[in-house]
């Protein structure tokens, strides 16, 4: 009894198996768009010639599939294109702006107001309710800086080099158009001399019509390197005018004696920030300073680069403290240069080791060939802010540090998901379509 049993259970697990191995055989023939006898022999081709019929189906098959493929793939490329126009006919989202009404809110021109630190000026002032208008010629300033405010009733983004005039009505001008990272004002060092003479010229000539207050980014390195530590707004400096910094160092102090030149004969109302090195968010991949190059060397785990033997100082203020300092001495009555910096000071040796060690990573730390005309020691004496405009820095520099950091991480990261993408865009075949939109085009004249 107990064997029959047995033998039944087999017989139920074989019919079992024998049933899935044939619905499988049939979904398998299925799939190959094969006839399906009873007989599985008759679904297998018989000749050379229903074969081939066999091949020709398939690839017609995968054909028909490929080209389906691309048509979806159009289909989803114009649904992006329609998503983009819908989304710039939208109405945009912007940072709530706070109320000023005629009387409080003014009209404030930005020269350089989409570069570094130009934009987070142009925050702060939005944000504060004021009308701004940003004048740049986008050599080192980038549109994405101001890209938030693009559309806002309050904001005017105009493409203008400040070498040539202008003629708008403003109330105020911030004028921080130039470059200001060594390596790019000696690209060209005549454009820079030319946009810190010519340029201020136009500035203080615009606000000498419509009477509006004016404010100069001047530097640090009027200065030159110093023979006096730290650095008073009374000390003369000490600058070589013909060394390869002179194009700028040079630019900002003629920048300075414009401005007291058209206040003294034209009354024209002007302050004068002498910014000392800043850093943050928003400064260029490719700014060349010190601060971005570090970070990013130290996130690529390269060797960090420290020109001469180290030993050089610099004091490093956070970007919104600076911003904090031009509002408040352009709001202010004091009308002499005014130091604008972190009076916390580094050998530059000091600062790689920072960096490195709040990034990680297994960077080493070199010496290379020293600057030419490279500042020795570099430090703030800020008595005159402290006492005329109740000022002073706040952002310590690990804090400022480790925003800089995670902004060079995100800058890093997009850049390289950019690569990627524009990568497989070249790579794909729409590439060939939009050469021949080209030809097209080039054709047409
Ligand atoms: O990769 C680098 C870059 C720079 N450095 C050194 O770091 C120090 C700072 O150099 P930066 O290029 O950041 O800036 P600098 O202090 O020379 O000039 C700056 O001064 C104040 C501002 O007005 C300007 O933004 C800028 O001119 C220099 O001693 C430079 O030689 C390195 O050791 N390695």
């Known amino acids: 009894m107990w064997t029959i049993t047995i033998t039944k259970k087999r017989w139920k697990q074989f019919a079992i198996g024998a049933g899935i191995t044939l619905v499988v055989i049939v979904i398998f023939f299925k799939m190959l768009n094969l006839p399906i006898n009873n007989n599985i022999n008759s679904a297998m081709p018989k000749s050379r010639h229903e074969f081939e019929t066999i091949y020709e189906r398939q690839q017609r098959l995968i054909e028909e599939q490929r080209l389906e493929l691309q048509r979806t793939k159009e289909e989803l490329t114009r649904l992006q294109d329609d998503l983009r126009a819908l989304q710039s006919n939208t109405p945009r989202k912007y940072p709530k702006v706070k ?55 309050n904001f005017e983004l105009i493409h203008h080099d400040i070498v040539n005039p202008l003629f708008i009505e403003v109330d105020e001008i911030y004028h921080l158009a130039s470059p200001a990272s060594p390596p790019h004002y000696m690209l060209n060092p005549v454009k820079t001399i030319k946009t810190n003479t010519m340029g201020t010229i ?24 110093p023979t006096v530590h730290p650095q008073p707004e009374s000390y003369w400096g000490h600058v070589n005018p013909i060394g390869p910094r002179a194009c700028y160092d040079e630019g900002k102090r003629v920048s300075e004696t414009l401005s007291y030149a058209y206040a003294k004969q034209e009354k024209v109302q002007v302050r004068v920030a002498r910014i000392f090195n800043t850093y943050g968010p928003r400064m260029h991949m490719n700014d060349g300073r010190v601060v971005s190059n570090f970070i990013l060397q130290a996130l690529r785990n390269e060797t960090i680069t420290v020109y001469g033997n180290g030993k050089q100082t610099r004091s490093f203020q956070y970007v919104d403290d600076l911003v904090d300092g031009l509002i408040s001495l352009m709001m202010s009555n004091y009308t002499q240069p005014v130091n604008l910096g972190n009076p916390v000071e580094h050998t530059i040796e000091e600062f790689a080791f920072i960096i490195k060690e709040l990034v990680g990573g297994h960077s080493k730390v070199e010496r290379t060939d020293a600057m030419e005309d490279d500042p020795q020691r570099r430090k703030p004496d800020i008595n005159r802010a402290k006492k005329y405009l109740n000022w002073e820095p706040k952002v310590p520099l690990k804090m400022g540090l480790l925003r800089t950091i995670d902004y060079f991480r995100k800058e890093l990261e997009r850049s390289d998901r950019y690569a990627a993408n524009s990568k497989k865009y070249f790579e794909s075949h ?3 379509r939009s050469q021949k939109h080209y030809q097209f085009d080039t054709d047409n004249g």
């Open 202 to 225: 136009n500035v203080l000539g615009l606000a000498k019509r419509v009477m509006a207050r004016v404010l100069i980014a001047s530097t640090s390195e009027v200065y030159g390197d």
């Open 99 to 153: 109320y000023l009404n005629y009387k409080n809110r003014k009209r404030i021109l930005i020269t350089g107001g989409a570069g570094f630190v130009g934009s987070h000026l142009v925050d702060n002032l939005m944000l504060a309710g004021h009308e701004v208008i940003v004048v740049d010629n986008f050599f080192t300033g980038r549109k994405r800086n101001v890209a938030h405010w693009l559309g806002h009733e």
């Open 430 to 432: 729409d590439l060939e």
